[in-house]
DNA sequence: GGTCCAAGACCGTCGGATAG
DNA sequence: CTATCCGACGGTCTTGGACC
């Protein structure tokens, strides 16, 4: 069994590269994401192993779930400053197994998953009248398809599954691109730009608002409280905050977001 | 402390180049 | 042809200094 691999803690690497060696698992350490979508893509690796290394792991989550659509096993190895199983899980990791004293737990969980057929865990999002079908990159509007190419579905699914939150450049840039790669800001505004055209194009009137936070990044907003759903209480408003802070989110995450499984598209 | 202004940084948009 | 990336340009915003 090939895997590749990336990780924060070396010290944890090297072992889990040592451990996993002795039962015949070959796993490389990968400098970067876009290094690890490189290696699938050429057939080198039949899973992924991420180490739950806190905000790291989500921004590799991202990104690989988009780019790999679910065929390829992504497991997680609980680590130190770890987001934990439910919410790796959330993120659209396959599986979790802890690696305290033994690699055994984790063994357990590869079999299991690598070289069986996939299912999805999380093929869609919901933000008020919008719909996102990972499976199809396509984002729906009152029954109306509005069709994205990869970048621009892999952008809009980071910025709807946080509506309603600030998402920095560089985290935009980390999750469609890759950590690792080196894209110019000039490129992630030229997608933001071609986004918005799409989702207010066709539509009576704009109830989206991707908005630019000056200096800090992106965040999508609704603009039209309708039944069923809320516009997002930030607690303070942003003109109490301090100028380089105004329209960073101060509470949880909206209530409007929804998370769609399969049967539900 | 409050206001004004200039400089620099940033953003939105358009258009061209390149690769597949 | 399409998707992606980047340069150019003009407009907007932020910041810091000068002045009252």
């Not at 066709?202 to 603009?223: F, H």
Request: net charge neutral.
């Amino acid at each position: 069994m090939k895997l590749v691999g990336l990780f924060i803690n070396k010290a944890r690497q090297a072992a889990l590269v040592r451990d996993l060696s002795s039962h015949g698992v070959e796993l490389r350490p990968m400098p970067s994401s876009a290094a690890v979508l490189h290696a699938l893509k050429r057939g080198e690796a039949q899973a992924v192993l991420l180490e739950d290394a806190d905000t790291s792991l989500i921004d590799w989550l991202a990104m690989l779930q988009l780019r790999l659509g679910g065929i390829v096993p992504i497991l997680v190895v609980g680590g130190d400053n770890a987001v934990g199983m439910v919410d790796a899980m959330a993120h659209g990791a396959t599986d979790y197994a802890d690696y305290v004293d033994s690699v055994e737990p984790l063994l357990t969980r590869l079999r299991a998953r690598v070289g069986r057929p996939q299912q999805l865990r999380r093929m869609g999002l919901e933000v008020g009248p919008y719909a996102l079908d990972a499976a199809a990159s396509a984002v729906r509007r009152d029954d109306r398809e509005i069709s994205l190419t990869a970048r621009e579905f892999a952008l809009a699914w980071v910025l709807f599954s946080n509506a309603g939150r600030v998402v920095s450049a560089s985290s935009l840039t980390a999750r469609v691109w890759g950590g690792g790669t080196d894209i110019c800001k000039r490129t992630l505004e030229q997608h933001v730009y071609r986004l918005r055209r799409k989702l207010s194009c066709g539509a009576t009137e704009s109830v989206v608002r991707i908005q630019a936070v000056y200096s800090i990044g992106y965040r999508l907003d609704l603009l039209h409280e309708q039944p069923g759903w809320a516009a997002p209480d930030y607690g303070i408003a942003a003109t109490e905050l301090p100028l380089h802070a105004r329209g960073l989110p101060q509470e949880q995450p909206p209530g409007y977001l929804r998370h769609l499984w399969p049967g539900e598209l």
